[in-house]
């Protein structure tokens, strides 16, 4: 810790500045500030301060490039800018994480959000650094205890593996990511929470969340209120904090909730910037965004570490086709779909089994257990046909062996679904062959699961 300290300060000492190119503010255009002075010397992206003259100073970055001026959206509203106030250029954006940085809760540009003094890495990084060379990446590693039955079996997750969580709102989506990042075996975890409602913050960190899950994590929190500027850097910062460790040779686990609202940040910032609007109002550049964020997660290279990530989707009336949550379906190893009347009758994790699906399988399972969760699937999806008929009475016992052992198994398997078990993957697939056994005999070959 000494070291790491040292080598911090003299990280911060060699960073300080003295001297900035400087612009003026020339002309003002909605939320649109447009600067003289800076052309030749900004590059898209870069970071800038605008100084106003009775002394406030306000972030902005830089979205257009043009010979006569520097096209910047300031980080919040543009009241009180005049024209002929000073503009320094900071330059690219980039974070400088530590170790020291675990069981913190920081704000995207790597200040603490807790009033506390936090330690400044020896290196910077950029936020929007490049994933490793696909050819170079290692394939999915190992099956990873989560502390769910559910995961632990008929949803595996290996390490490096990305999956989806898709849901609505109110309907236990945090409370999972939460049981994840203490559960899920990995070194450490690296939550993004991206355009939080401000009061949760808090209750996360200290209910939800709990001191156990916190020792071990790094959250980066962006709140609703601020500019979509900074909750666009959020998903970006706590990915880079993630690749910190990550280069280290650690596991670490990623959550981000939600890519929604890191999607409509982009949006805000690109439709500012003259992008035309296309799909539902998402800018063309919205999937490239999303992906490159994604990519950036999963296996390592040569002395890495992998990085397993869940990314939370918000779908509206479980719209599974809108546009953000059809972009990250289609680069993902697997979506967990959340449905809200199994969360209003009680259970949870609320997960629509029949919709989710982790690319992991089959070559995560052994042949036994792959039967298993073949034939758990096949008992669940057999009552889900039926059961209309089975609640209104018109199914009679006898007329499908199929149905009549998914009526006898529903109550184990409903139940299973929302256990957790601290014995281990092995213990959670002895359970699901108990609750499989409370099924008559079998009468029809498993199928296999598509993958």
């Avoid at 502390?147 to 309907?171: D, E, H, K, M």
């Avoid at 209750?203 to 909750?231: C, H, K, N, W, Y």
């Avoid at 550049?285 to 397993?308: N, Y």
């Avoid at 982790?358 to 034939?375: F, V």
Wanted: glycine share 10%.
């Amino acid at each position: 810790m000494q070291t790491l300290s040292i080598a911090g300060l003299a990280a911060q000492i060699a960073a300080l500045r003295t001297t900035f190119p400087v612009g003026r503010v020339t002309s003002l255009r909605g939320e649109i500030v447009f600067v003289a002075g800076l052309s030749t010397a900004a590059g898209l992206g870069d970071l800038v301060q605008i100084r106003h003259q009775d002394g406030r100073i306000r972030r902005g970055e830089v979205l257009g490039l043009s010979r006569d001026a520097v096209t910047v959206l300031p980080d919040g509203a543009p009241e009180g800018l005049s024209i002929g106030d000073r503009v320094l250029l900071i330059g690219p954006a980039a974070l400088a994480p530590d170790d020291s940085w675990l069981g913190r809760v920081v704000d995207p540009f790597g200040a603490a959000l807790d009033g506390r003094p936090l330690g400044r890495g020896a290196a910077e990084r950029a936020i929007r650094a490049a994933p490793p060379a696909a050819i170079d990446r290692r394939p999915l590693g190992e099956r990873l205890e989560t502390g769910l039955t559910l995961f632990n079996t008929l949803l595996p997750l290996v390490r490096g593996q990305r999956i989806g969580l898709f849901a609505g709102s109110g309907v236990g989506k945090s409370r999972l990511l939460a049981s994840l990042a203490r559960g899920l075996e990995a070194d450490m975890a690296v939550i993004a929470l991206v355009g939080e409602r401000g009061r949760e913050v808090r209750e996360f960190v200290e209910t939800v969340l709990g001191p156990e899950g916190m020792a071990r994590s790094v959250i980066v929190a962006a709140t609703s209120d601020q500019s979509p500027l900074v909750r666009r850097r959020a998903a970006w910062s706590a990915m880079s904090v993630a690749e910190h460790f990550r280069d280290q040779g650690a596991h670490v686990l990623f959550l981000t909730d939600s890519v929604t609202r890191f999607a409509e940040a982009h949006r805000e910032v690109a439709l500012a910037s003259g992008e035309a609007a296309s799909l539902r109002g998402y800018p063309p550049s919205t999937a490239q965004m999303i992906t490159g964020l994604a990519e950036r997660a999963g296996p390592g290279a040569g002395s890495m570490g992998d990085i397993t990530a869940v990314f939370s989707v918000l779908v509206a009336g479980s719209d599974m086709e809108e546009p953000v949550a059809d972009i990250l379906r289609g680069v993902l190893d697997g979506h967990v779909v959340m449905d809200r009347q199994i969360a209003e009758r009680g259970r949870f994790p609320a997960v629509d089994l029949l919709r989710s699906v982790s690319r992991s399988l089959p070559q995560a399972a052994t042949e036994e257990e792959n039967h298993l969760i073949n034939r758990a699937r096949r008992l669940l999806g057999a009552y889900d046909r039926a059961e209309m008929m089975i609640q209104a009475g018109l199914y009679q016992s006898g007329s499908d062996p199929e149905i009549d052992a998914a009526i006898a198994a529903w109550p184990a398997l409903d139940s299973f679904l929302c256990e957790e078990e601290p014995g281990g993957i092995a213990d959670s697939f002895a359970r699901l062959s108990e609750c499989l056994a409370t099924a008559v005999p079998e009468s029809v070959t498993a199928p296999q699961i598509p993958v």
